[in-house]
């Protein structure tokens, strides 16, 4: 039986798609998770560098995570309104306009097999990888969608092949979940098509944030820019249409969603910042994971960065809403760190007494951890780094360098916003926060020492999946924008305890040791120099693990 939603229809349902794994989140009409399903997934790793996943795969994770929290939930599926995706940006995929099938596995963002292209493309363009900043806010990287897909036209029989017969269709994962095809008979229980008007059509969209990271989409206009295309050779009309993030892009076919509509579109980090209510200019949201993402709303005019930071599009909630634009900067060690202090030198048995043992003392004993495993990125961009420990005496213990390694997370991230204030001429007056280091206190009570500003948490961490459904609940008229900005979630302000003068005198021996830490790789061997051989922006996202960490409170 066809499913009918009603005024009183009262939920939403979030799919948020993730890098290891997929979750579904279903959140009442007053933003409250109701209840939750998770399905982790493996990625393929056939050659070093290269990370893919089976499409098909990442579909049947989040078919998986429908039907466990429509089971866990038991509410009527007339009650729910809409739906919201948040998606693994950057990862790419092709598939066949006649088929549906895939043509080949997904790229994932972190893959660097298109590292030789990216290079040949930098010397196309006169050796300046930022010659299209100005366009698409991006720096020429491996990292980005239009080199994975200018990689899979160069490389790939199938793709090739349906590029010239005009049956070749490319994506983010966002696309991939939303797309229909009428053959796709095997995959009968989650396939997405188009309103009643547009019977018998296919939905091949994507929103504007997950097009912004495809360095394919003009910043400005919001729209696919035929320069850029023709530059990494990649046709026009195997493109998806950019919608807003918040609107109608189709309904669910059939399965256990059958009839309701699909909302709400926003790249993970863009997903975080509007779940945090990041709203307005000046406000900003720090994921602290395996490594950390900033994203800094700058509103509705695109700053270009001249400190290393991305240019991005926030979100665009609704079709005629403006477009609000961001900064973003990463660093690319933290929950990476502390497995490695886990794993290589054993000083953490659990990352649940990280706290534990980071308390047993209320400062560092001097003692500075500059975690530069491959690099320094933003401010610094020095690829000739490495990780340095300084200060250390006799008096030193564990404790101190775990202390050391969560106040060097801050301390980066003060790096990145300081370069966001100067970017954008404003001044940051608090930071929201989410992600798994997020449960440590000392962590955070650090962070809003260093910055001096408030560091404001929420109980409820889920803020990528939440900023998908609030995106599908304004669109379906569930959640009201200007309700929305008035509410003040749960949530915990860690506030500054330290002096200016404590301030100024640590960050001063932060950047002692920064320098301490350069300059040590003098030569670097051909070997590793071919396999990381682009350095800039793109550097601090391509780690070589994803993971999640989980501290306990």
């Not at 994975?148 to 269709?169: F, Q, T």
């Not at 009309?237 to 969603?257: C, H, Q, W």
């Amino acid at each position: 039986a066809k499913h009918h939603q009603t005024d009183m229809s009262k939920y939403i349902v979030a799919i948020d798609q993730g890098t290891s794994s997929s979750r579904c989140i279903i959140y009442d009409e007053n933003g409250k998770k109701i209840s939750s399903s998770n399905q982790e997934f493996s990625s393929i790793h056939l050659h070093p560098g290269w990370t893919e996943q089976d499409p098909f795969i990442i579909l049947d994770s989040v078919e998986k995570c429908v039907e466990g929290v429509l089971e866990e939930s038991m509410i009527e599926i007339n009650d729910i309104k809409g739906i919201g995706i948040t998606n693994q940006r950057e990862t790419t995929i092709a598939w066949d306009k006649q088929t549906g099938k895939p043509l080949a596995n997904a790229i994932v963002w972190l893959d660097v097999r298109n590292n030789h292209l990216v290079e040949e493309l930098q010397k196309k363009a006169g050796g300046d990888k930022d010659f299209l900043r100005s366009r698409c806010g991006l720096p020429l990287s491996t990292y980005f969608s239009a080199t994975k897909m200018a990689w899979l036209i160069e490389n790939d029989e199938k793709v090739s092949s349906a590029i010239k017969e005009g049956r070749c269709a490319f994506g983010t994962v966002d696309s991939w979940l939303i797309y229909v095809s009428p053959n796709m008979y095997f995959l009968n229980d989650f396939i997405f098509n188009l309103e009643k008007n547009l019977t018998g059509g296919k939905v091949h969209a994507t929103d504007v944030t997950n097009a912004s990271r495809t360095m394919l989409m003009d910043l400005n206009t919001c729209q696919w820019d035929s320069y850029m295309c023709q530059f990494f050779g990649i046709p026009m009309d195997s493109l998806p249409t950019i919608k807003s993030s918040a609107e109608i892009y189709g309904v669910v076919e059939n399965g256990p969603l059958k009839g309701i509509p699909i909302a709400g579109v926003l790249g993970d980090q863009q997903a975080a910042l509007v779940g945090q209510s990041c709203l307005n200019a000046g406000e900003a949201k720090n994921t602290y994971g395996t490594g950390c993402f900033m994203l800094f709303n700058t509103g509705t005019t695109p700053v270009q960065s001249k400190h290393g930071l991305l240019s991005t599009v926030a979100f665009k909630l609704g079709k005629d809403a403006p477009t609000t634009y961001a900064l973003e900067g990463s660093i690319a060690v933290a929950g990476v760190g502390l497995k490695w202090l886990r794993d290589r030198l054993g000083l953490i048995k659990d990352f649940h007494t990280i706290d534990q043992e980071a308390s047993r003392v209320d400062n560092t004993g001097d003692v500075y951890f500059v975690p530069a495993f491959s690099g320094l990125f933003a401010p610094y961009w020095r690829e000739d780094a490495r990780g340095t420990i300084v200060g250390i005496t006799q008096y030193t213990e564990a404790c101190h360098l775990i202390r050391a390694l969560l106040e060097a997370i801050c301390f980066q991230t003060k790096e990145i916003a300081e370069s966001m204030e100067k970017d954008s001429n404003q001044k940051l007056k608090r930071l929201k926060v989410d992600g798994g280091l997020t449960n440590s206190k000392v962590l955070l009570q650090i962070q809003s020492d260093l910055l001096n500003i408030p560091v404001v948490k929420p109980d409820d961490v889920e803020a990528t999946a939440f900023g998908s459904a609030f995106a599908a609940g304004v669109a379906t008229g569930l959640y009201s924008l200007s309700e929305f900005k008035k509410k003040s979630a749960e949530e915990h302000t860690y506030n500054n305890n330290i002096s200016d003068e404590e301030r100024e005198k640590r960050t001063k021996k932060w950047k002692m040791a920064v320098e301490r830490s350069l300059g040590w790789i003098q030569n670097k061997p051909k070997e590793e120099s071919n396999t990381h051989s682009h350095r800039g922006p793109l550097t601090a996202y391509v780690l070589p693990l994803v993971m999640t960490i989980t501290i306990g409170t």
